[in-house]
């Protein structure tokens, strides 16, 4: 019924950038909150990053200042743009959103990961 899809991981060395993009689809009502989270093999999901749908935002320390998440309403898209990544930055990385559908049921949705791996 609903689907989110990222796109963006990758290889690429200490210093870099990378963009991560994640977009929604199928019965969507409203979006309301939206997330990008990461998780290391053996280690707990946590969170990166998320925003409002009025676009206020949260970071976790680890990224403040490197890592800037944004969203296209319009397109029912959520955005991370991560500069001066480092090896510890590696990870799966999975968006979440908070959806209401069109049948008015209420959830958090997420997709399926995206690797990324900073690495020289």
């Known amino acids: 019924q609903v689907q989110l899809v990222e796109s963006g991981g990758g290889l690429v060395q200490p210093g870099g950038s990378l963009r991560l993009s994640c977009a929604a689809s199928?019965?969507?009502?409203?979006?309301?909150?939206m997330g990008w989270y990461r998780q290391v093999p053996g280690k707990q999901r946590e969170l990166v990053a998320n925003?409002?749908?009025?676009?206020?935002?949260n970071y976790a320390d680890a990224v403040k200042g490197r890592f800037t998440i944004s969203r296209d309403n319009a397109k029912n898209a959520v955005y991370l743009q991560m500069d001066s990544l480092k090896p510890e930055d590696t990870a799966d990385y999975y968006c979440?959103?908070?959806?209401?559908?069109?049948?008015?049921?209420?959830?958090?949705?997420w997709g399926s990961g995206t690797q990324v791996t900073v690495s020289s």
């Open positions: 979440n959103a908070e959806i209401r559908t069109i049948l008015k049921v209420r959830n958090v949705y």
């Open positions: 199928g019965i969507i009502f409203s979006i309301y909150d």
């Open positions: 925003i409002t749908r009025g676009g206020n935002t």
